[in-house]
Each structure stands twice: as structure tokens, then as C-alpha cells.
């Protein structure tokens, strides 16, 4: 006998044997934070320098005080810095130079000894310089050859640069070699156009209060001078010119400025009146 092993349709016993899949449950994918990379490291360190760069307008410090904030937020923002310098250039008086670390200061000493180096060039030419092998850099030979024996080879000098000007540079220094590379000097630029305005405004600020010294010493000094010269002409009579001249006189023969002298009278006649007071 022949047994029909064909599955007939209408039975429903006779259905595909082969098992369905079992439901597979949904795992939950849990995304992890992947670690800032050296680039976005670099972008938070050149924001906060920024950010406390932008608070330094109000701070009421002391112009060093706050050229050396200004040089040490640089050395937060540039990547591989071990330390700064700023300097600031003035007309009327010797240059102001800040650092941030002991060695810099022996840097920037051999630098401006010699009369050459990263920072001089920067300041003259407008012009962001950098080195990653100081010691055989023959744009300062002497300078990059000292400098080495220190253990300091990489430098990155950045103008300070206002509509006004060049208004000072700013060395930021590393120890090891080839340290300051194009996206670094990137940065150092990125920096440097507000830190110059931060420190135009503080060294406007500053003349600002020097000249208002000077007039408010000048206009004591007067004061002072004329109350000597009404001395003078309550002891030996005579004009205010003679009496003035006869001040000069002896400003010049005691090798003093006349307001010391005029000082030194007032103050004479001042012990001459108080010793009457206590013997009336």
C-alpha cells in the first residue's frame, strides 16, 4: 500500500513544523560619555583664560598685579606652557616686565641683556615668533645658546597688538622641545587680541593716576612754596619775586627741590609758632 505523505491543506495538524523564533527582549543601549579630546581640552583651557581675562576690567588691581594675571591666564590657555612673561612697552619710562615663574625671569634677564631675542623681534615686527629648538636657532644665537643651557628650548612670543599699536609682547615658554605647534600658536593669537586691550585700558588707567599724582603733588608743592615765600617776606620785607628768588637761592645751595626747602621753612616757623603757644 502507498501512504501519501503530502500535508493536506484544510488539516490543521499537518502545519509547518518548523517552531517560530522566540522574541528577542530589547536591551537598553546605555550611551557613555567618550573622554574631551586634546582638542576640545585645548578649548576649555583658551574659554576660562578668556572668561577671567573678561573679569580682569573691574578687578581694581595694581598694573603689575595685573599684567602678571594676564600672563598667567596665557599660560592656561596655551597648551605645553610652563610659564610666561609679559612686557609692556612705555614711552616715558623703562619698560614694565612681569613673569609668571622664577625661570622666566632668568630668561627675559638674558634676553634683554643682550638686546635680542623672541619677544624683542615679536614687538618689532608685529609679528607672532616661534621656536622649538632655541639653542640652535640662529635668529638669536646668543641668546637661544644661554637660554638652552637653562633647559628652556620652546618659546612662542605673541605682539600685543591695539588700533594704537604695538603695545608690549608676551613670551610663553616650555622646557622641552618642539612644544608650540600651529594649532598652539593659534590659540596664543586667539588670546593675545583681547589680553592687549585688557592691557591698554590698565595702562591708560595707570597714567591716568600717575599724572593725577603729579598734579596733586605739584598743586601741595605750590602751596607749600607759597607760604614759604610769606615767611620770607615776614621776616626780611621786600617783593614776592625777591622773596622767591631768595627761596631758590637756597634750594640750590642746599642741593634740594625748592618744595623740600619751602617744606622745611613752613615746618620751622610752624615749630617757632607752637613753641610761643606753650610759653604764652
Not at 560619555?33 to 581694581?60: C, F
Not at 594676564?70 to 606652557?81: D, F, L, N, Q, T
Not at 610652563?82 to 612697552?89: E, N, P, S, V
Not at 632655541?134 to 641668546?143: A, H, M, T
Amino acid at each position: 500500500m502507498t501512504v501519501n505523505t503530502t500535508p493536506d491543506p484544510a488539516d490543521p495538524s499537518a502545519a509547518d513544523p518548523t517552531p517560530e523564533p522566540a522574541a528577542i527582549a530589547a536591551v537598553p543601549v546605555t550611551a557613555t560619555d567618550s573622554p574631551p579630546s586634546p582638542a576640545e581640552e585645548d578649548d576649555d583651557g583658551l574659554q576660562d583664560s578668556l572668561h577671567a581675562l573678561s573679569r580682569l576690567a573691574t578687578s581694581g588691581m595694581a598694573l603689575e598685579d595685573l599684567l602678571t594675571r594676564v600672563a598667567s591666564y596665557a599660560v592656561r590657555a596655551i597648551p605645553g606652557a610652563d610659564g610666561a612673561g609679559l612686557t609692556l612697552l612705555e614711552d616715558d619710562r623703562s619698560d614694565l616686565v612681569v613673569v609668571t615663574a622664577a625661570f622666566v625671569r632668568e630668561v627675559d634677564n638674558i634676553q634683554y641683556s643682550l638686546g635680542q631675542g623672541p619677544c624683542i623681534t615679536a614687538a618689532r615686527d608685529g609679528q607672532t615668533v616661534v621656536s622649538g629648538s632655541l639653542g640652535g636657532d640662529q635668529r638669536w644665537s646668543r641668546f637661544g645658546g644661554a637660554v638652552a643651557r637653562l633647559g628652556v628650548h620652546s618659546v612662542l612670543s605673541l605682539p600685543l597688538i591695539t588700533a594704537d599699536g604695538v603695545v608690549g609682547a608676551m613670551n610663553v615658554y616650555a622646557r622641552a622641545k618642539h612644544v608650540f605647534d600651529d594649532r598652539a600658536a593659534e590659540i596664543g593669537e586667539i588670546y593675545a587680541a583681547p589680553a592687549a586691550v585688557a592691557v591698554q585700558n590698565a595702562h591708560v588707567l595707570a597714567q591716568t593716576q600717575r599724572l593725577a599724582a603729579r598734579l596733586q603733588h605739584a598743586l601741595e608743592s605750590r602751596a607749600v612754596i607759597e607760604r614759604a615765600v610769606g615767611i620770607i617776606l615776614s621776616r626780611s620785607g621786600g617783593t614776592e619775586t625777591e622773596a622767591l628768588n631768595r627761596l631758590r637761592a637756597l634750594s640750590q645751595h642746599e642741593h634740594q627741590k625748592l618744595s623740600e626747602v619751602a617744606q622745611q621753612i613752613v615746618a620751622e616757623a610752624r615749630r617757632r609758632a607752637d613753641a610761643r603757644h606753650r610759653s604764652d
